[in-house]
């Protein structure tokens, strides 16, 4: 680890007789993550993961080379309150945790055993008697499984799998004798049913595609709906909805349109599936592949028995819905979607065709119904508290708290959250949330870092700020935190969602700085002590604000895309970047309006005008935005005697997997920003 040090006092902005303890990285790093709600069938328990850094073989000095693993393990606890107990304790750890349907078995996904690299253990099935006992594995699976769902009746478990290689190809990857083939070796997942008594596994769907999500069950047991795509290939937007019958293996299209975006959800009586899909509206390349498309999904029913598709879109209703499920009773539809800076669990009922909001100003992250749906548990997370199991009754007015997975940040001061709003420059409301230092004064002018998010399709919630997105840190330091939604964002209707296309550095730059203006005469933001920072798509938006205003003091560029012309011909969503540019006209022509469009919205284009100090960070091994991209811009403000450093992360893609790497990232990001911001060196603990 390449990490500098830098020491000395930081100074911060206002003073405070008894300055309380916030977090910082090492607190951020010691965070549990609760996740997996599963509730019991007859609402008296839940299953739920919590998911920790683990380094059991550590001897206390980092020098003999210890390492960190994050792993996650089974929890249980009463639905009416109570202590919760750990069920799993394996040395790799255990995910998805589900009941069977009688309530009697838990079932897990662990690789247990012996061996590393090549030869470690694959995940497989496991089984634990619900009351006590030991657990049990079920399969064998040569490649491990990847999610399963169980039968209506529990007598049988449908699993995803990746295919196994022929024994030639096996050998030839252990020699290493193992070219690829770009966009041409595929190895598609596809569907098993294992006997949940005996473990005997069949293969159910095989062919030249992929299975994308869990299928379902119809309610009889004998078939399963699913959703394929001809390619693993992530850029391919093609995706259609099939029924398999189990016993003979037919294979049923239910669509040809490649629209569909969730796997399709059988209804309790068997009679309808469900799913959402998005109507693609550009021509394919060609090679059959379009650009994405920017709009909301629609909610789309099927009648099994006539083939009868219904489209239950409403302009009135303008979120985009997640993956579907059916109530318990059938009657309703349930889904989530971003809703501002929240995600909003609705409701829509199938007899009144009507969508209701069931929660309000609440994070839900996961969302699991008993039997009879009088009972559910919610994962919820806000900005005062990470994520915990929360129980509640089928009104969801009042959801009840069940554990407490992180006791100790109750002797930690948090910085105060806040949802704002602003007019931006051309008299539209933009929206965002300011996270406050801890024991702020109102009216008190501090630093500010502001922080894009990625996507740009995506948007910062009003969640709690340590993590991945580790806010609490830099307000326990005495700064306050900008995260602005502009336009492109999701959560705001599919106007302001699709608003950038074309427009990148446009209108989402000018409602990011109208939004940092705002908090500036408000009297919270210091002028003259201000940086920014973003990943991804807001390592984009890094680029292009240093490129083209020197109101910053500091940067730091995270896995972003400063060079869109090489961008879309390198990364593997070249769609995606054609949905707001087009596809580049390599006609001859050298420079034309496509190509320029592209050159034009590039931060690299302006390199001689960037003044800011920028850190760029990047996973060696990124896929999604190449090495080349981070490269491209340090070679470019480097030759021309700009303050810049680039950091590569060995073995990440897109973003930081690593204990130490994610440590790495938050104390030399802040160490960067302070000392360019607020002339001085910083510390990097409380």
């Known amino acids: 680890m390449r990490t500098r040090f830098l020491l000395g006092v930081l100074l911060l902005p206002f003073t405070l007789s008894a300055q309380p303890r916030g977090l910082d990285e090492a607190d951020v790093m010691r965070l549990k993550a609760v996740g997996g709600v599963a509730m019991s069938p007859d609402g008296s328990r839940v299953l739920y993961t919590v998911s920790a850094w683990e380094h059991p073989q550590a001897k206390g000095d980092t020098a003999l080379g210890e390492v960190h693993e994050r792993r996650s393990h089974v929890f249980i606890v009463p639905t009416a309150g109570g202590a919760s107990r750990q069920l799993t304790f394996g040395e790799r750890g255990e995910s998805q945790p589900t009941w069977s349907p009688d309530g009697k078995t838990i079932a897990f996904v662990a690789a247990r055993g012996t061996g590393t690299g090549e030869n470690a253990p694959r995940p497989q099935l496991w089984l634990l008697p619900a009351d006590g006992g030991e657990a049990r594995q079920l399969?064998?699976?040569?490649?491990?499984?990847?999610?399963?769902?169980?039968?209506?009746?529990?007598?049988?478990?449908?699993?995803?799998?990746?295919?196994?290689?022929?024994?030639?190809?096996?050998?030839?990857?252990?020699?290493?004798?193992?070219?690829?083939?770009?966009?041409?070796?595929?190895?598609?997942?596809?569907?098993?049913?294992?006997?949940?008594?005996?473990?005997?596994?069949?293969?159910?769907?095989?062919?030249?595609?992929?299975?994308?999500?869990?299928?379902?069950?119809?309610?009889?047991?004998?078939?399963?709906?699913?959703?394929?795509?001809?390619?693993?290939?992530?850029?391919?937007?093609?995706?259609?909805?099939?029924?398999?019958?189990?016993?003979?293996?037919?294979?049923?299209?239910?669509?040809?349109d490649h629209q569909v975006e969730s796997a399709p959800?059988?209804?309790?009586?068997?009679?309808?599936?469900?799913?959402?899909?998005?109507?693609?509206?550009?021509?394919?390349?060609?090679?059959?592949?379009?650009?994405?498309?920017?709009?909301?999904a629609r909610l789309i029913t099927m009648d099994v028995a006539t083939r009868t598709l219904t489209n239950h879109a409403q302009p009135s209703f303008d979120v985009s819905p997640g993956a579907v499920r059916w109530s318990p009773n059938g009657k309703e539809l349930w889904f989530t979607a971003s809703d501002r800076v929240y995600q909003s669990l609705y409701a829509y009922d199938v007899a009144s065709k009507t969508y209701s909001q069931r929660t309000q100003k609440l994070l839900v992250g996961g969302v699991s119904p008993s039997a009879n749906g009088s009972v559910l548990a919610l994962a919820l997370n806000s900005a005062e508290w990470p994520t915990e199991v929360y129980v509640t009754d089928a009104s969801l007015a009042s959801p009840r708290r069940i554990t407490t997975t992180n006791p100790w940040l109750s002797e930690r001061t948090l910085g105060a959250s806040q949802v704002i709003t602003w007019k931006s420059f051309d008299g539209k409301t933009a929206e965002g949330v300011l996270l406050l230092p801890v024991g702020y004064r109102e009216g008190?002018?501090?630093?500010?870092?502001?922080?894009a998010h990625g996507g740009p399709t995506g948007a910062?919630?009003?969640?709690?700020?340590?993590?991945?997105?580790?806010?609490?840190?830099?307000?326990?330091?005495?700064?306050?935190?900008?995260?602005?939604?502009?336009?492109?964002?999701?959560?705001?209707?599919?106007?302001?969602?699709?608003?950038?296309?074309?427009?990148?550095?446009?209108?989402d730059y000018k409602d990011i700085m109208t939004g940092v203006d705002a908090l500036i005469k408000r009297g919270v933001a210091d002028s003259s002590k201000m940086a920014f920072e973003g990943w991804s798509y807001g390592g984009y938006m890094t680029s292009w604000v240093v490129s083209q205003t020197g109101r910053f003091k500091a940067a730091m560029m995270g896995a972003g895309l400063p060079s869109l012309l090489s961008m879309a011909g390198t990364t593997d969503i070249p769609g995606y970047i054609n949905t707001f540019f087009g596809q580049p006209q390599y006609d001859g022509s050298i420079v034309n309006a496509n190509v320029r469009k592209y050159l034009e919205r590039s931060g690299i284009s302006y390199s001689d005008k960037v003044t800011t100090p920028l850190l760029i960070l990047?996973?060696?091994?990124?896929?999604?935005?190449?090495?080349?991209?981070?490269?491209?811009?340090y070679r470019s403000l480097k030759d021309r005697g700009k303050t810049v450093e680039l950091v590569f992360y060995p073995r990440e893609g897109h973003g930081l997997g690593e204990y130490y790497h994610q440590l790495d990232r938050m104390k030399r990001e802040y160490e960067w920003m302070a000392k360019h911001t607020l002339g001085a060196a910083a510390r990097t603990a409380m």
């Open 265 to 296: 959800a059988f209804s309790p009586d068997g009679k309808t599936l469900a799913w959402t899909s998005v109507p693609h509206e550009f021509a394919p390349h060609k090679d059959g592949i379009m650009p994405r498309t920017l709009r909301n």
């Open 444 to 451: 008190t002018k501090v630093p500010l870092v502001v922080s």
């Open 618 to 633: 990047h996973g060696s091994n990124d896929e999604r935005v190449p090495i080349g991209q981070p490269m491209e811009f």
């Open 460 to 507: 910062h919630t009003a969640g709690f700020k340590a993590g991945t997105d580790p806010g609490q840190t830099w307000a326990a330091r005495g700064w306050a935190v900008f995260y602005p939604n502009p336009r492109g964002s999701t959560g705001y209707g599919e106007w302001w969602m699709h608003a950038n296309t074309g427009d990148w550095g446009g209108g």
């Open 139 to 256: 399969t064998t699976i040569k490649d491990g499984v990847n999610g399963y769902v169980w039968s209506p009746d529990g007598s049988k478990i449908a699993l995803l799998t990746t295919d196994t290689l022929t024994r030639e190809q096996e050998a030839r990857l252990r020699r290493r004798d193992d070219p690829k083939v770009f966009e041409g070796d595929f190895r598609f997942v596809h569907i098993w049913v294992v006997d949940a008594t005996s473990g005997a596994a069949t293969k159910v769907t095989s062919g030249n595609y992929t299975v994308s999500a869990l299928p379902s069950w119809s309610p009889d047991g004998r078939t399963l709906a699913f959703y394929a795509s001809p390619t693993t290939m992530i850029r391919d937007e093609r995706h259609d909805a099939y029924l398999v019958d189990i016993a003979s293996k037919q294979l049923t299209p239910l669509t040809t």
